[in-house]
């Protein structure tokens, strides 16, 4: 892992690109060129990514942009995206209101 | 809090099948889906499937859910929909949310059939209005029957790609452009001759540089791409278009399996557990089927589902021994995944047929086999009298013509990829089964000869309204481009011939061998 301190002697400082407004994460309106950014401020980790700036935290929970965001993190810091330790996966799979969580009846809740 | 046997999570054609075979052996099974209807993709498939009888070929993807269905129901499967898995815990404890309820069930067994989800790319403009997953156009189109758009350029040539974009032309759309950064179409070889014969231009090695419009799409500009990926500057081009379909693939749903602490892999193909043969995960009791444990289609997740089931069944002690039941779904399988698109071939650059005969290369670049190219393959032959003529140019796994021709023209053979064959000594009597039963829409009978110089090509037709007995209109050829004029001579449609309509055109002699498709 690259030591933050260290990020820009190893891939160099942040260079604008023509698409950096495009927006890369619909639901939580991150651009590509937020997510550049935040590689170059020491966010090497989609953990970190999607800490940081919320990329993959809404309705789709990062279904849709996902790959995207690997790609861009991936690009920037010259990797095969594969090398990226992917996001940690966490229950609820699906955005759900709070009034349903807090009726959640526990082992104890009624069949269907 | 309710026990079961075995609980699947997702019934599209993976889940089904194995609740199907759990259900069989007297395990008590449930699958919960977070969809309205069940299914999965499979109701969305108006087409005609390739394969053998053995994984119900030539069989519409809806009839074959209809099929799968009824037989979860008489299994004593419980499916239970709108019911979202929330999440996997310890001692394979789920909590499903239903209505505005959250409830836990457990189970000795979890099967994760959960499939997958489209991929996206990104360009300006893309999340406007307009873009739209190909997916989300077949769900428009095949369950709501709602036309997507007028005018769309598809994004994407694999077979997702290819058959939505026939589709949309099924639908009255006009798709503009079929376009793909690969240099060559990336699906099935019949699938593309039969959207470029209906006129849709393909580019390949071209992609999306920007969508047009400020609220909704209302055009798009589209550039040909270098060995760098990048657009090479000048080459770009404008279409009208109210809207894109994205058919860049697809991203298995696996993260329920990564939130139980299944080991995962993260691979080309998406992130995917580890799993064995059977569907085994790293987890005792959690297994996988389908396109959660990587991308193929709705053939393979039967089967694939079948197995895993059987697994199940046998691993809990409800079935004594379920290996000729898994050898023979193995088989299957097996063929399935043989020819030019078998997985090991993916991305592999293939220029033979298994036949040793050349590859078109304008198929490959262009979605159709050139004029000059198909006098080539074995299925094309010329004979006295109506006959069959076969543009089958790839080895892909798949036998019905064989099979439902009464007079035993047409020969594949034990090796289901091997391309057909029509004997010159059969005698084909033009009933057309060969026709309505080729799922890639890739037989034509011709008779070459009826006199005055003129000779008849009978198409698969699948559009509506049907064109009339006499009618007058325009004969395009396999690129899509008018070649003659052509009169309808006939029109059958039949039950055996499911929805295909056999339209019987007369064109000039020496254009039968050219005229693919009839355009009023």
């Known amino acids: 892992m690259i030591c933050v301190n260290d990020i820009e002697k190893e891939i160099g400082v942040f260079v604008p690109m023509e698409d950096d407004d495009v927006l890369v994460c619909r639901c939580e309106e991150v651009t590509k060129g937020e997510i550049r950014r935040a590689v170059h401020a020491g966010m090497t980790t989609i953990e970190e990514m999607r800490r940081f700036l919320r990329c993959g935290m809404g309705l789709c929970q990062g279904q849709t942009c996902g790959k995207l965001v690997k790609g861009i993190v991936a690009a920037e810091l010259k990797i095969n995206p594969l090398e990226l330790e992917p996001a940690v996966s966490r229950a609820p799979m699906r955005p759900v209101e709070m009034k349903v969580m807090g009726k959640d009846g526990g082992q104890g809740g009624d069949a269907v | ?520």
């Open chain 2, 1 to 520: 809090m309710e026990r079961y046997d075995v609980i699947v999570v997702g019934a599209g054609p993976a889940g089904l099948s194995a609740a199907i075979e759990t259900a069989k052996c007297g395990m008590r099974t449930v699958v919960f889906d977070e969809n309205a209807k069940p299914g999965g993709q499979l109701f969305k498939q108006i087409h005609k499937f390739f394969g053998s009888k053995e994984n119900k070929a030539r069989i519409r993807g809806y009839r074959i859910g209809e099929e799968l269905l009824a037989e979860a129901e008489r299994s004593g499967v419980k499916v239970v929909l709108n019911a979202t898995v929330m999440g996997l815990y310890a001692q394979k404890e789920i909590t499903v949310r239903i209505g505005d309820a959250i409830k836990h069930y457990k189970a000795d067994n979890v099967l994760i059939a959960t499939g997958a989800a489209e991929s996206v790319v990104r360009f300006p403009g893309w999340t406007m209005p307009g873009v739209i997953g190909a997916g989300a156009a077949q769900t428009m189109m095949n369950l709501h029957h709602i036309r997507p758009g007028k005018r769309i350029l598809m994004l994407g040539s694999g077979n997702v790609g290819l058959v939505v974009s026939y589709q949309l032309l099924q639908a009255g759309c006009e798709v503009v452009a079929l376009v793909d950064a690969a240099p060559r179409i990336g699906g099935y070889g019949v699938h593309a001759a039969k959207v470029s014969r209906c006129g849709v231009p393909f580019y390949l090695s071209h992609t999306i540089v920007q969508a047009e419009g400020t609220d909704h799409v209302t055009g798009v500009v589209i550039g040909e791409v270098g060995p760098d990926w990048k657009v090479i500057k000048g080459t770009e081009q404008h279409f009208d278009v109210d809207t894109i379909c994205l058919a860049v693939g697809l991203s298995p749903m696996s993260q329920l399996l990564k939130q139980a602490g299944c080991a995962m892999k993260d691979t080309k193909g998406g992130y995917v557990p580890e799993c064995d043969a059977y569907g085994r995960t790293s987890m005792d009791g959690i297994y996988v089927a389908g396109d959660v444990s990587g991308i193929e289609e709705a053939s393979s997740a039967m089967l694939g589902g079948s197995i895993a089931g059987i697994t199940i069944a046998c691993d809990s002690g409800y079935l004594a021994d379920g290996s000729e039941q898994i050898a023979k779904y193995e088989k299957a399988l097996g063929n399935l995944r043989k020819g030019m698109f078998a997985p090991e071939n993916r991305g592999k650059k293939i220029t033979q047929t298994e036949e040793g005969i050349a590859i078109s290369e304008t198929l490959l670049e262009c979605g159709y086999v050139a004029d000059s190219e198909i006098e080539r393959y074995p299925g094309v032959t010329h004979m006295e009298g109506v006959h069959p003529v076969i543009e089958c140019t790839q080895n892909i796994p798949c036998n019905p013509c064989q099979d439902v021709c009464p007079k035993k023209c047409i020969t594949i053979g034990n090796n289901i990829t091997a391309l057909p064959v029509v004997d010159s000594k059969s005698q084909c009597i033009g009933c057309g089964m060969c026709v309505a039963a080729c799922s890639g829409q890739a037989i034509f009978l011709i008779q070459e000869d009826i006199g005055d110089g003129m000779g008849t090509v009978t198409i698969p037709y699948e559009f509506l309204p049907l064109p009339e007995k006499g009618q007058i209109g325009i004969a395009l050829g396999r690129d899509g481009q008018p070649v003659c004029k052509a009169e309808v001579l006939d029109i059958k449609s039949s039950n055996a011939f499911d929805h295909t309509n056999l339209l019987t055109m007369k064109v000039p002699r020496d254009m039968v061998m050219r005229a693919r498709f009839f355009k009023s």
